[in-house]
């Protein structure tokens, strides 16, 4: 019974660490969710940049093919004016005319057009200019934030490493790999807890009334070395045997005296098969079975 017990208290004791290792393994996923978030708004910030830097190249090329037509049409209007001198008609100075107003119109157009792109590519460019800062800004705390990221996940891993080892203490020779395994699965699905005590009658993971019957063969079990699972809550569960009678009155809703017998014909029957072990080892006769 001794045995069983020690079992039973390395699994409470495992219990609690894989929920500290758990703990800190969910600090692991966390932790890094602000950085990602950072990540997130950089990214955004690059691409904004990215995009600016592709309007002021457009603008400049834009600017360079105005500047070319510009200088075109001064050009012609410039020519036109010359050709006046060399007018020898009426028709040939009317035709003249209005070629040199159009020339004008289409140079005092572009005139305004090489303005106006002009301070497009001005205000681009200082647009350029805030966003290069404002990413430059977001990186330099990015990166002061990986580095702190970087120095609390090795401080949780360096945890991990130590509670592995209080683990692997604990386990010993009394908790199989398998059984280990098991109890660490149901806590991950489980928010960190898998063992659970059961008071009376009522299970402490789900809070589920267990049927009286169970509940019997639960104690059986646990007298025997093994451990069962909430049928609701499918936690690996363990009977409470110190709980106060006071305090296990409040969670017993079926006739208790029946379990009681089972358990206490149970002990008797374990004694008595201790005695008689003891009985036969001490005998000098030989018996042949």
Known sequence: MAENNTKLDCLIRLQEKISEKLDQEKQKEIIPEKLGRDTAELNKAKAALEDLN???????????????????????????????????????????????????????????????????IEEISKSVAEMTEHCNDLQTEYDKESMEVDGKIEEINKRIELIDEEIA????????????????????????????????????????VLPMQFVIDLRIKQHNGDIDTCPYCSRMIYYREDLPAEEEKNYIFDDFDAAKNVIKSNDNIDETAEENDEILEGSDLDMDF
């Open 54 to 120: 592709a309007q002021l190249e457009a603008a400049i090329e834009s600017e360079k093919s105005l500047s070319i037509q510009y200088d075109d049409a001064f050009a012609k209007s410039q020519e036109c004016q010359r050709r006046f001198e060399f007018a020898s008609s009426q028709r040939e100075f009317e035709a003249l005319t209005k070629e040199h107003a159009d020339a004008e119109a289409n140079f005092n157009t572009l005139r305004k057009l090489k303005k106006s792109k002009k301070e497009e």
């Open 169 to 208: 203490s604990i386990k010993g020779d009394s908790v199989s790999d398998d059984y280990f395994n098991k109890l660490y699965n149901i806590a991950k699905k489980k928010g960190g807890v898998g063992l659970v005590p059961v008071y009376g009658q009522v299970c402490m993971g789900c809070n589920t």
